[in-house]
């Protein structure tokens, strides 16, 4: 009998996927100097403050990637090589994209109005429409009766500015201010078509959008009026990092006219108008000292007079009382989260100020305003922003006995100043959110603080506010610091471990507050966890906080950002492996040294305009690094040098295992140079084990700090990052 024989079947196996670690830019030989240069502004001082005499030279074989025109072809092939790559790892993404996007649009009010914002005898507000990228303008006529609140819906609108057509023939159209002249027949605006944060002054009739001038300024920062013939304007250096000039533009005879210029390279120029209109401030500050030059616009001439000349470590902010004094916010006499004080016209050194509260180190005030009958005040307190008032009598005096904290239902909250350009309302507009609740906007009447007008919420299309929860956390840190944490989940999630993704910014004492937005419904819809890393280097505490993040503690900030990841792994909330982080800027500096110290914590990581190259970028003083000295330190000096190094996260990577990471750039980003990201990108390929995620770096080359000026584009990038996100973690 014969026997049947087995077929034999060709068995199929799977390639090994061979590892790609992406493109790792050649090295070429660069040697960076730290320390004195001669011709330099490399730091001075005594002692460990004082720079090497003999410069320390370390190795920087991706120097060569920086190129300040942005033009070299070799790093244009580069940076392309990076975008094609980007490209092939990511193209599996595209549906998944697609779907992030109708996601966010299904949650968009395409056609919306914004809140009017109330100014002599008009409403001015803004509209969006669907298919437009940006805004219109428009205003309205204000009734005389100070109570109503909105605009007649009857009444003729002016459009006054239209965005979409100025962008026309852009790629890239930022809008900065919009400020209509103290008459309201001319309206100055300026625009950046570029990404670099370098705007044009433009200045058109109201009326008919006639150009009034052509010879105004190309480059430009801050802008105020300061009355119908005259505004005023400030100056970059080289960058946005280091505004050095105080100009006037004199529309009568179109001449400009520089009024002051910034010589310390550690000082920046900023610009305000007083509420009262009668004053113009010129602040030239420091991160820890500043001094104030105030123009009064009643003088027949313009005419600078210093408030109070610069003493190191002071800082002080001020507003005019409508009267014959001023208000001041500072931090006199060592304290740290600011006293609120006054002083008279006639007088304003600092042995005349006196205090109008009590200054209690557990309330930290940040800014205020002063209006005719009551004074309100933003600042934290217990970890949250607060909102204090105060009133005044008829006489303008403060009646110390009616200061109160408003109190709002929510657990975690963030409350903020609306537009209040009216220096004799009585009404005082605030806006509030949650990380569950949508922005709602309201007039608080003075006269009756239980009398609140709701003018405007921020519609969420096809979003249930109950269906989510909001809790605030403390994680303990490694020297026992209690660390606030905010998340947000959908209900149903918190049954059991969930994926979760934890932001984190922690620098310059900016608060990551846990306000509402609307882009991580995404997150949310798939039932993650969003959470919010309250780390050391922020404002969230009050000063200190910031003061404990920075200089040589700078460390607290990453590893406060681990204990509140570990914490939340104990209580059962995620695990390792199901965790994403990010941070953008400084808080990519964050994102780059917990991924280097935790690898194993983290699934997948977003670094957006990372701040990596931490020494070489501070310095330098071509790039006007001076600014950041008190921030960060300076790295020419023996006090700060090896510090820095240890947390700079180009000097840090090593051979180790890294997680995915999607690293996003900006070719005209002025804040974060596009050649850090790049460096960075590079070493880590170099030197990460076979065992690694995918890094992928994407340079887009026609924006700047904050991605696209365009709505819709802007959509799409953040689909882009939260599709590599959720592929990472499994989920779709």
Same mark, same amino acid.
């Given at each position: 009998?014969k026997?049947?024989?087995?077929k ?9 996927? +061979?590892? /790609? ?17 001669k ?18 030279? +370390? ?9 300040d ?10 940076l ?24 966010h ?7 919306? /109005?914004?809140? @009017?914002?109330?100014?002599k ?7 969006t ?7 219109q303008?428009?205003?309205k ?7 109503? +609140? ?10 006054? #500015? ?10 890239y159209?930022?809008?900065g ?7 309201? $027949?001319?309206l100055?605006?300026?625009? $950046? ?7 044009e ?9 006639k ?9 430009v920062?801050?802008?105020?009026w ?18 050095n ?58 005419t ?9 470590e ?25 006293r ?15 205090e ?39 006489q ?13 239902k ?17 009404y ?18 003075? +006269?009756n ?19 989510y ?26 049954? !059991?471990?969930r ?18 937005? !609307?882009?991580i ?12 890393a ?9 000063? /200190?906080?910031?003061?404990s993040?920075?200089?040589?503690q700078?460390k ?19 695990k390792?492996?199901m965790?994403?982080c ?10 780059g ?5 935790? @690898? ?6 977003l ?7 931490l ?9 006007d690094a001076?600014v950041?000295w ?5 790295p ?24 995915? #990471?999607l ?5 005209? $980003?002025? !804040?974060?140079?596009?050649?850090e ?6 070493? #880590? ?5 076979? $065992? ?9 080359l026609d924006?700047?700090?904050?991605g ?22 499994g989920l779709?």
């Amino acid at each position: 009998m014969k026997q049947k024989t087995k077929k034999k079947h060709k068995q199929k196996t799977k390639k090994k996927q +061979r590892f /790609q670690k992406g493109p790792i830019a050649k090295k070429k030989h660069h040697l960076v100097a730290y320390g004195a240069v001669k011709g330099e502004n490399r730091g001075e001082g005594t002692g460990s403050l004082e720079p090497f005499k003999n410069p320390i030279y +370390r190795e920087d074989p991706w120097f060569w990637l920086r190129d300040d025109d942005k033009k070299d072809p070799e790093i244009m092939r580069h940076l392309k090589k990076e975008n094609a790559y980007a490209e092939k790892q990511t193209k599996h993404l595209n549906s998944l994209r697609k779907k992030l996007y109708k996601e966010h649009l299904s949650h968009l009010q395409e056609d919306d /109005q914004q809140a @009017p914002s109330i100014y002599k005898n008009h409403f001015y507000y803004t509209k969006t429409q669907t298919g437009n990228p940006y805004k219109q303008h428009y205003r309205k006529p204000k009734s005389t009766n100070e109570s109503i +609140r909105l605009p007649d819906k009857k009444s003729n609108e002016l459009l006054i #500015l239209d965005e979409n057509k100025i962008a026309e023939t852009h790629d890239y159209c930022d809008i900065g201010a919009v400020l209509p002249s103290p008459n309201e $027949d001319l309206l100055a605006y300026t625009v $950046d078509f570029n990404g670099d944060e370098q705007y044009e002054l433009v200045i058109i009739n109201i009326q008919s959008g006639k150009k009034l001038s052509e010879t105004l300024p190309k480059k430009v920062y801050d802008v105020e009026w300061g009355n119908n013939e005259t505004i005023f304007y400030t100056v970059p250096k080289n960058t946005t990092m280091h505004i050095n000039q105080f100009w006037v533009f004199t529309l009568p005879d179109n001449q400009c006219k520089m009024l002051y210029e910034e010589t310390n390279n550690k000082f920046s120029i900023s610009l305000s108008r007083s509420l009262t209109e009668r004053y113009i401030f010129m602040s030239t500050s420091s991160p820890e000292t500043s001094e104030i030059h105030t123009i009064d616009m009643k003088q027949p001439t313009i005419t600078m007079k210093i408030f109070q000349p610069r003493i190191n470590e002071l800082l002080y902010d001020i507003q005019h009382d409508g009267y014959n004094g001023f208000y001041i916010l500072t931090n006199k006499d060592d304290a740290m989260n600011n006293r609120f004080m006054n002083c008279d016209s006639k007088n304003t050194n600092i042995s005349q100020w006196k205090e109008v509260i009590p200054y209690d180190p557990d309330r930290n005030i940040n800014e205020f305003i002063c209006f005719k009958n009551f004074i309100a005040l933003i600042g934290s307190e217990e970890g949250l922003t607060q909102l204090w008032l105060l009133k005044r009598n008829k006489q303008g005096n403060i009646q110390s006995n009616t200061f109160e904290r408003m109190k709002f239902k929510d657990n975690v909250y963030e409350v903020e100043f609306g537009s209040n350009y009216v220096f004799e309302t009585p009404y005082l507009r605030y806006g509030i959110s949650s990380l569950k609740t949508p922005f709602r906007l309201y007039d608080l009447d003075m +006269r009756n603080v239980n009398k609140q007008h709701l003018i405007k919420e921020t519609p969420v299309l096809n979003y249930n506010p109950n269906l989510y929860e909001c809790e605030r956390l403390f994680a303990t840190a490694v020297d026992n610091t209690l660390v606030p944490i905010s998340i947000v989940y959908k209900k149903e999630s918190k049954k !059991r471990v969930r994926p979760l993704h934890l932001y984190g910014y922690g620098s310059y004492g900016m608060s990551s507050e846990p306000g509402f937005d !609307r882009n991580i419904l995404p997150y949310l819809d798939r039932g993650m966890i969003y959470a919010i890393a309250h780390v050391r280097g922020g404002g969230e505490m009050g000063r /200190q906080w910031r003061y404990s993040g920075k200089y040589l503690q700078k460390k607290n900030t990453f590893s406060d950002f681990i204990s509140c990841v570990e914490h939340l792994i104990d209580l059962g909330y995620t695990k390792p492996k199901m965790i994403s982080c990010e941070g953008s800027s400084a808080g990519g500096l964050l994102i780059g040294n917990v991924i280097h110290m935790r @690898p194993d914590l983290f699934s997948v990581a977003l670094a957006d305009a990372p701040f990596v190259d931490l020494c070489v970028t501070i310095c330098d003083p071509s790039l006007d690094a001076a600014v950041e000295w008190e921030e960060w330190g300076n790295p020419n000096t023996p006090k700060f040098h090896d510090y820095m190094l240890s947390y700079s996260p180009v000097d840090i990577v090593r051979k180790q295992r890294y997680p995915h #990471l999607l690293i996003k750039a900006g070719l005209l $980003d002025p !804040r974060v140079s596009y050649w850090e990201p790049a460096k960075w990108a590079s070493k #880590l390929r170099d030197l990460q084990t076979k $065992d690694s995620g995918i890094i992928v770096a994407k340079f887009d080359l026609d924006r700047g700090h904050g991605g696209s000026s365009d709505r819709y584009k802007w959509i799409h990038e953040q689909s882009y990052n939260q599709a590599f996100i959720l592929d990472k973690l499994g989920l779709k």
